[in-house]
């Protein structure tokens, strides 16, 4: 099946710092999903990203199909940004079937 | 998107006993997904329930462990039969909302399980 490598595995910035997390993956996808993962385990979307950029606040989002990755920006990071963030994918010919990433825990000291 | 809910939010059970989580989504959608969060760990899909079909299962998973049922367009449940303490997890259920993205899907709150 598809792999889903995401990197880095943890992260600790200081508020206000930027930083960027990467997806890449291992074949042709339908669909790319970011979402966040709060403390309390709820599951945040955030962008729907097959190919292109997308742009949300102080968030935004790279995916390069060709070369199958994908980036999250995180600008003037603040401590409720803290948590896990999950690349997800659909390949092409599964339909539906969503694999996860392993996730990036982020951690934003005041 | 689409607004979903789910029942119970956390329990604490006994091990050998069985927990029923109960999913409701806002809109009627085809399919439902139900995942499963080990501590620490990324989600896997346990089974997708289509309304009037078979859950289908994902390998590793099985109907008699994580029977589920699909009633109507809006609502389903899982049920986590037999419980052990490998079984505390987050269980959260996903659903590719109309209107939405091809294949965009959206997720449910959790329910985060604990087995004594």
Redesign the interface.
């Known amino acids: 099946g598809i792999q889903v490598e995401q990197s880095p595995p943890d992260l600790i910035l200081q508020e206000g710092a930027n930083s960027t997390l990467r997806c890449n993956f291992s074949d042709s996808v339908?669909?790319l999903?970011w979402?966040h993962q709060n403390p309390?385990?709820?599951?945040i979307?955030l962008f729907?990203i097959p190919s292109g950029t997308k742009q949300n606040g102080r968030l935004s989002a790279t995916t390069v199909a060709t070369e199958r990755y994908s980036l999250l920006y995180i600008s003037s990071s603040q401590t409720t940004d803290s948590g896990v963030y999950?690349c997800?994918v659909?390949p092409r010919g599964s339909?539906?079937?969503?694999?996860?990433?392993?996730?990036t825990l982020l951690t934003v000291n005041p | 998107s689409a607004v979903i809910s789910q029942k119970p939010s956390r329990d604490i059970c006994q091990r050998g006993t069985s927990l029923t989580i109960q999913c409701q989504v806002d809109s009627q959608v085809t399919m439902m997904f139900w995942y499963r969060q080990q501590p620490g760990q990324s989600l896997t899909l346990i089974a997708t329930a289509n309304q009037g079909s078979e859950a289908t299962y994902e390998s590793g998973f099985v109907i008699d462990k994580f029977p589920i049922s699909r009633p109507n367009l809006t609502f389903s449940t899982l049920t986590v039969s037999n419980m052990s303490p490998e079984d505390s997890s987050i269980y959260l259920c996903s659903v590719e909302a109309p209107g939405t993205s091809y294949n965009e899907q959206f997720f449910g709150p959790g329910t985060r399980l604990t087995v004594l």
């Open positions: 339908n669909n999903q979402f309390w385990g709820q599951l979307n729907y999950f997800a659909v339909n539906y079937k969503l694999t996860f990433g392993k996730g």
